[in-house]
């Protein structure tokens, strides 16, 4: 087993501890979760800050057990600094990705609220209140008004965004390690494992079908992948020539 790298320590120790103060301040979640940016409850460092929370405890482990697995290794290649840049523009391009889907799915359902005479503010300060008027059923399918409401109301938290840009970056350099899944005990090289994880992401996300179970986030893992993929090409291309960089 790899001994674990230093900026990867430094991660996981910063998520334990948020994850513990979260236990005992609940303002801490609401402050730092991820969310849309037309509701009152965002704020800026939400960006960065939703890397740090997470919804349970086998949310965060899953999460930190994958970056010590995928992460030692990428960190070893990079080095410290490049891999943190690595890390946090995943994850931000994550934070992106999810944003813009929430807009269309938030957007998509009000334009036809507005169409039929009711109000932005009006919308806005019945979900705020996490309620809606009994008349939306009728106005909306059902999907378009729980995407429109799950879009503004529900925060995201999480660094498996991050975590999906060091798998696509773990696949990539290292495509012929065999990884398996919890639920297909069989070993499957990474360069077929990893786009096949992130092509079920990308199913759930499109259809809400819930391959993986309900409340996750699947554009900010194919945003983390997505950002993982390009930094990796543009830095395979300018940068490693087979050196370490630090």
């Not at 409850?41 to 010590?68: D, E, K, R, T, V």
């Not at 992130?198 to 259809?207: E, N, P």
């Amino acid at each position: 087993m790899m001994n674990i790298t230093k900026a990867v320590k430094h991660l996981i120790i910063a998520n334990i501890l948020f994850f513990l103060l979260a236990q005992f301040l609940p303002g801490l979640q609401m402050n730092a979760a991820l969310y849309y940016f037309e509701n009152p409850n965002f704020h800026w460092w939400q960006i960065f800050s939703h890397l740090f929370m997470h919804g349970s405890l086998a949310h965060i482990f899953f999460n930190m057990f994958a970056l010590y697995s995928f992460g030692a290794p990428l960190e070893s290649y990079f080095g410290s600094n490049r891999f943190i840049v690595f890390y946090f523009a995943c994850g931000i391009g994550a934070a992106l990705l999810h944003t813009a889907v929430n807009y269309y799915e938030f957007h998509s359902g009000i334009e036809l609220l507005l169409k039929d005479g009711y109000t932005y503010d009006q919308i806005t300060s019945m979900l705020d209140q996490e309620k809606v008027y009994t008349h939306w059923k009728d106005l909306l399918p059902e999907k378009t008004l729980d995407s429109m409401c799950s879009a503004y109301i529900s925060p995201a938290v999480g660094a498996s965004g991050a975590i999906y840009g060091i798998l696509v970056a773990f696949g990539m350099l290292f495509p012929d390690a065999k990884l398996i899944m919890i639920f297909l005990p069989i070993p499957i090289k990474a360069k077929y494992f990893i786009p096949i994880l992130i092509a079920l992401d990308l199913f759930s996300g499109v259809t809400k079908f819930p391959i993986f179970g309900g409340n996750i986030a699947h554009f900010a893992h194919v945003g983390g992948a997505l950002i993982g993929f390009i930094l990796m090409k543009i830095w395979q291309k300018n940068s490693f020539n087979g050196k370490r960089l630090y």
